[in-house]
Every structure is written in structure tokens, then in C-alpha cells.
């Protein structure tokens, strides 16, 4: 790999190259480089110097930032994701494994199930984030990111609309005792007396918390 000391600016662009490649071209004057789809570079030649070409293609290139995701979350997040940075998708990775690699990545987002403790944070050397796909941090050693100057990012928002209206579904479950009644006939009884379950309308709701799943949860069932 070339030592980078020197730089050719062309279209907007500064490329570091090598001394040998900065020779070449000031003897041709021009070159034009493109990006292709792996993030590899390549090269367009106009010239009649294979050496050009020989050396264009050990230029030093600045590593790409590297990303591991150790539990399942949307598709569309991990291809976001993926035109940025590389990323690994490791769902389910058995903790000696993460270990053992971790030290690789800039990176890593979880769920809940991936204990980020001291040792996993003491194992990634090149971590710089802590992505929690989620609410909770529980499952992060904040202190211990926090000492190591590592950023730790949770997504406050993006499940709270589904926590309100799974809420509101386990009410009307429980006021009309649909999991009892959906079990009895299952054991091929039927009667329907038992599982007869009350309105809620006109009842009070009394709610615990009036964060931002408690508010949401308040706004239906006003409605």
C-alpha cells in the first residue's frame, strides 16, 4: 500500500495518491475516477499509459466505517444503513462470537437481548456507538460506554404508538374476557354466561405513568 503525501484535485475532488502516481499524472494531466456499487474504486482511463492504470489501482482509500446488528429490526433501517456504512447482520450471534469480533466494528445495534456490558465494551476497541433499535437501556452499561467516550443512541419513539395500541387491546381483552373465552372453546365447551364481560364506556381509566405511551394511550381511549 502507497505512502499518501500528495493529492491531485480534479472536479471538485482532492484524491490522495502516491508520489509515483502523482508523476504520472503530470506527465498525462488527467484521470478520472468513478465509484462502483462495492465501494471499491476503480478507474476510467484516457491515455495511452498502462502505468496509469497499474498504479490507480493501489491507491490508499479511507476504510469505510463498519456496523454490526446482533438482533432483527426493520429492512429498510439495515438498507439505510447500508449506503453509508458496511454492515454485518448478525441476528442471534452467540455471545463468544460477538466477543471474539466485536473489536472490528465502529458500531453495534441491538435490542434488548444483547447484554452490552463492561466486557463487550471493553472487547470493541474501535467502538465510537451503541445503537438501541428502542426504548429501554437497561440492557447497555451506560457508565462504562460513557468513560470510553462512546455514544450510546436509543430510538425513544419508534414503538410508542404500537405500546399504546397494544394497551388499549389488552382492555378490551381483558373487559370482555376474549383470551378465557377463546381457551374454553378451544376445549370444545361452549357456553357463553361465563365470558359475558363488562362495557367500558362511561368507566374510569386510571392510568400510571403519563409519559409518552400513557399520554397516547389517554388521547384513545378520550376518543
Keep these: 500500500m502507497w505512502d499518501v503525501c500528495s ?3 480534479k472536479g471538485g475532488t482532492t484524491w490522495n495518491v502516491s508520489p509515483s502516481l502523482m508523476d504520472i499524472c503530470q506527465d498525462w494531466g488527467f484521470f478520472i475516477m468513478c465509484r462502483d456499487e462495492g ?3 476503480k ?3 484516457h491515455g495511452k ?3 496509469l492504470k497499474i498504479v490507480m489501482e493501489e491507491i490508499e482509500m479511507e476504510e469505510r466505517k463498519k456496523v454490526i446488528i446482533t438482533e432483527r429490526m426493520d429492512e429498510e433501517g439495515i438498507k439505510m444503513l447500508q449506503q453509508e456504512v458496511d454492515v454485518d447482520v448478525a441476528f442471534h450471534i452467540p455471545r463468544e462470537e460477538l466477543l471474539g469480533k466485536i473489536h472490528e466494528y465502529d458500531a453495534l445495534i441491538v435490542r434488548s437481548v444483547t447484554k452490552v456490558d463492561k466486557e463487550l465494551i471493553s472487547a470493541g476497541k474501535k467502538l465510537k456507538v451503541i445503537g438501541r433499535a428502542g426504548n429501554g ?7 462504562e460506554a ?3 467516550g462512546i455514544i450510546v443512541a436509543n430510538t425513544p419513539d419508534s414503538n410508542t404508538i404500537s405500546a399504546a395500541e397494544l394497551t388499549v387491546a389488552h382492555l378490551l381483552a381483558q373487559s370482555r374476557n376474549l383470551v378465557q373465552a377463546n381457551n374454553y372453546i378451544k376445549s370444545g365447551k361452549w357456553a357463553r354466561s361465563p ?3 363488562v362495557e ?3 368507566k374510569t381509566l386510571g392510568i400510571i405513568g403519563l409519559g409518552r405511551i400513557g399520554s397516547l394511550v389517554a388521547t384513545r381511549m378520550a376518543a
Excluded at 437501556?137 to 451506560?142: G, Q, S
Design 49 to 51: 499509459n498502462s502505468k
Design 7 to 9: 493529492a491531485v484535485k
Design 195 to 197: 365470558f359475558k364481560g
Design 146 to 148: 460513557t468513560k470510553r
Design 137 to 143: 437501556l437497561d440492557n447497555i452499561d451506560i457508565d
Design 39 to 41: 465501494f471499491r474504486w
Design 43 to 45: 478507474q476510467n482511463i
Design 200 to 202: 367500558l364506556y362511561q
